[in-house]
């Protein structure tokens, strides 16, 4: 008695329904703030009072103007980094507030 078998990988099941249901957007931008904090490390991150992607754009509210504009000089690198991270290019732009 022989089965038939219907084999695909479960990676590329996972795949298939988050694009279905809508929610690569979602994990995208969960993934570029989680990639975010681990970059601005532990000596950064108290100087950070919140930040959140919206339209593609991370935007970080800092309470230093110092490390504000220093982190604006490299924020092309932060955009960059964070993008290869997710192994698309997602970030459009990074906005400091």
Same mark, same amino acid.
Request: aromatic letters at 12%; hydrophobic letters at 35%.
């Given at each position: 008695?022989?089965?038939?078998?219907?084999?695909?990988?479960? $990676?590329? +099941? +996972?795949?298939?329904? +988050?694009?279905?249901?809508?929610?690569?957007?979602? +994990?995208?931008? %969960?993934?570029?703030?989680?990639?975010?904090?681990?970059?601005? $490390?532990?000596? %950064? &991150?108290?100087? #950070?009072?919140?930040?959140?992607?919206?339209? &593609?754009?991370?935007?970080?509210?800092?309470?230093?103007?110092?490390?504000?504009?220093?982190?604006?000089? $490299?924020?092309?690198? #932060? &955009?960059?980094? #964070?993008?290869?991270?997710?192994? &698309?290019?997602?970030?459009?732009? #990074?906005?400091?507030?």
């Amino acid at each position: 008695m022989s089965r038939d078998y219907n084999q695909q990988k479960l $990676g590329d +099941i +996972i795949h298939e329904m +988050i694009s279905e249901f809508g929610l690569e957007e979602n +994990i995208l931008s %969960v993934q570029a703030g989680e990639l975010f904090e681990e970059m601005m $490390g532990r000596y %950064v &991150k108290p100087y #950070i009072n919140e930040f959140y992607i919206k339209n &593609k754009i991370l935007y970080a509210r800092i309470s230093s103007d110092a490390l504000k504009n220093e982190l604006s000089y $490299g924020k092309s690198k #932060i &955009k960059q980094h #964070i993008n290869e991270g997710l192994g &698309k290019d997602y970030l459009t732009d #990074i906005k400091f507030l």
